[in-house]
């Protein structure tokens, strides 16, 4: 009896053991993603103070503006003063030689230094009105600005998860394609596996050598669309390798752009350069075709509707989409 109950006991002892071990696994895995979701917060924000920075330095700029206006307005004011108090003193030196019209004479210099200090204050007060509605302007084209670059931020963010969405959907068609094939021999040219062409490449053999050069001469005679896609020397050989490596191209493609410094035309410019050399161009032209013939952002006639030269021939193709997200987000 004894024995038995010990037997369940250690059953049961055994059962609590491998749970505990799934759990410390969960615990892992959990503490993984809480470590993920830091970094993201982390580069958020990263972003965040960023433009807060550069909303800093655009508002002092506008102070120091605004004040070297105020103090130009106050100058013109004390040197139009200094010239009337130098007139009204030659005025009082001329009435005290020529006692006979002093009188008449200083008070006709008196009416003109008047008129003319009239005249000066008010030139100044419109002046100083005038800077005013230009500051009033250049705020307002701010806003407008501002508000035009969060509009397209969310038209770009809403792009990037449709595109997102439509590659995961294409390729978990193209698994079950896969997996649909029951072709065994090697030169099978079955639809699944010919959309399926594009893995990182292993280790050839000289015979596989030989049949790469046969396939050459005859995809030689394809449309010019799939011969000029561009193939990497060397790629990587597995997936998380490629998975590893795509961030840094998304790096190396940020430090290339030039600095903004609060510029939005040159913001659009580095969000519209990054998504020809990130995206894969076929998905970018098909995205962005409503927004541009070109497949770009189209820029409003203020800040300016060039885009930048560039040969779309030397672009990389196979990008992740994913990766391009935290590279806008930090050259915005």
């Known amino acids: 009896m004894f024995g038995k109950k010990a037997k369940e006991l250690g059953l049961l002892l055994s059962q609590r053991n491998a749970e505990n071990e799934q759990l ?3 615990l892992k895995e959990l503490e993984a993603e809480v ?31 605004r004040d070297r206006l105020l103090a130009d307005a106050d100058q013109q004011v004390k040197d139009a003063e200094e010239k009337i108090s130098s007139m009204l003193a030659q005025a009082d030196e001329d009435a005290a030689n020529v006692r006979k019209d002093a009188d008449d004479y200083s008070e006709n210099i008196r009416t003109d230094a008047n008129i003319y200090v009239e005249r000066t204050i008010i030139a100044s007060q419109m002046e100083v009105k005038k800077r005013k509605d230009v500051m009033a302007e250049l705020n307002e084209l701010l806003k407008k600005t501002t508000d035009y670059l969060s509009e397209q931020t969310e038209t770009f963010s809403s ?8 590659n995961e959907e294409q390729t978990e068609e193209l698994c079950r394609d896969i997996e649909k094939c029951d072709c065994s021999c090697e030169e099978c ?22 049949e790469d050069e046969e396939s050459e001469e005859g995809e030689a005679e394809e449309p010019a ?3 000029a896609e561009p193939v990497a020397e060397d790629e990587p050989e597995s997936q998380d390798e490629a998975a590893h490596m795509e961030p840094d191209i998304a790096a190396e493609a940020a ?21 020809r050399r990130v995206i894969p161009i076929e998905n970018t032209d098909r995205v962005f075709s409503d927004a541009s013939p ?23 193709h196979d990008r992740k989409l994913g990766d391009i997200v935290s590279v806008v987000i930090s050259a915005s």
């Open 24 to 26: 410390k696994e969960r």
């Open 294 to 316: 070109k497949g770009g952002v189209t820029f409003p006639d203020e800040l300016g509707n060039e885009e930048p030269e560039e040969d779309e021939s030397s672009l990389p």
């Open 255 to 275: 430090e290339e752009l030039p600095d903004a410094a609060g510029d939005p035309a040159q913001v659009m410019k580095n969000i519209y350069y990054l998504q």
């Open 35 to 65: 470590a993920k979701l830091k970094e993201q917060e982390e580069l958020v924000v990263r972003s965040l103070t960023d433009a807060n920075r550069t909303a800093k330095r655009i508002e002092d700029e506008a102070n120091e503006q």
């Open 225 to 227: 669309e799939e011969a």
């Open 189 to 210: 040219e079955h639809p699944c596996k010919a959309q399926a062409a594009r893995p990182p490449k292993k280790a050839k053999s000289e015979d596989d050598e030989d």
């Open 159 to 166: 792009m990037l998860k449709s595109v997102i969405e439509d």
